[in-house]
């Protein structure tokens, strides 16, 4: 079927269980810190990408990314960059086209990254239009991992204060999934693990090109 897409509610992804994240998490807040981090981010040669910025509920008001976050499959670090800056050594892991960095919103995230210092990323691959050849609709990495793995990822820190002194522990949790289930969502697809054909989430894209949602029983 051609034109078969997959996509979800949000009320269906109410009703899924949690997401489960067993790895480890580690805060790095000073340029040391953040070296060995990268050293040991590098002999992965795959990982998980995301960011967070403090938000801003006032207009005209725009925040610097405040914190990056980077995964293996089973270890995060969270650097914060309100803290560390964009250091010349992050700058080049960024850079450097042989390290594969798994993201979602990639070109958001450089855009808003952008107004601290001028990066020129490599390496990276825009989840967003991985999931396509998979027949996945959705966009979001919420509605995305849901689908594929039949969890939910809780939003419910999103619009924290990610500049805050001390991340909290939920906070450092949000941030890690995030990072985390691109790089596990990448890796099941790429392991040919899913089949779009027996998922129970299925849309229909319809001539004037909206999508109608229905779950199989």
Wanted: aromatic share 10%.
């Amino acid at each position: 079927m051609d034109n078969l897409r997959l996509a979800i509610r949000k009320e269906d992804i109410s009703q899924l269980p949690p997401v489960e994240y067993d790895g480890g998490i580690q805060v790095v807040e000073t340029i040391d810190k953040a070296r060995i981090a990268l050293r040991e981010l590098s002999r992965a040669r795959i990982i998980g990408f995301d960011t967070e910025t403090r938000p801003s509920f006032k207009k005209g008001l725009l925040h610097k990314v405040a914190l990056m976050q980077l995964a293996t499959d089973d270890f995060c670090f969270l650097f914060r960059l309100n803290k560390l800056g964009m250091f010349d050594r992050l700058k080049a892991f960024l850079e450097n086209p042989e390290i594969t960095k798994v993201g979602l919103s990639v070109h958001d995230d450089f855009t808003v990254l952008g107004r601290s210092r001028e990066i020129a990323p490599q390496g990276f691959i825009e989840l967003q239009t991985f999931v396509k050849q998979y027949d996945i609709a959705d966009t979001s990495l919420q509605k995305i991992y849901a689908i594929v793995f039949g969890r939910s990822i809780s939003k419910s820190q999103r619009l924290t204060n990610w500049e805050a002194p001390e991340l909290t522990p939920g906070q450092q949790r949000y941030a890690a999934i995030d990072a985390w289930a691109c790089l596990k969502i990448y890796r099941h697809l790429s392991s040919g693990a899913f089949n779009p054909a027996v998922s129970p989430y299925i849309a229909t894209q319809t001539a004037d090109n909206t999508v109608q949602v229905q779950q199989e029983q």
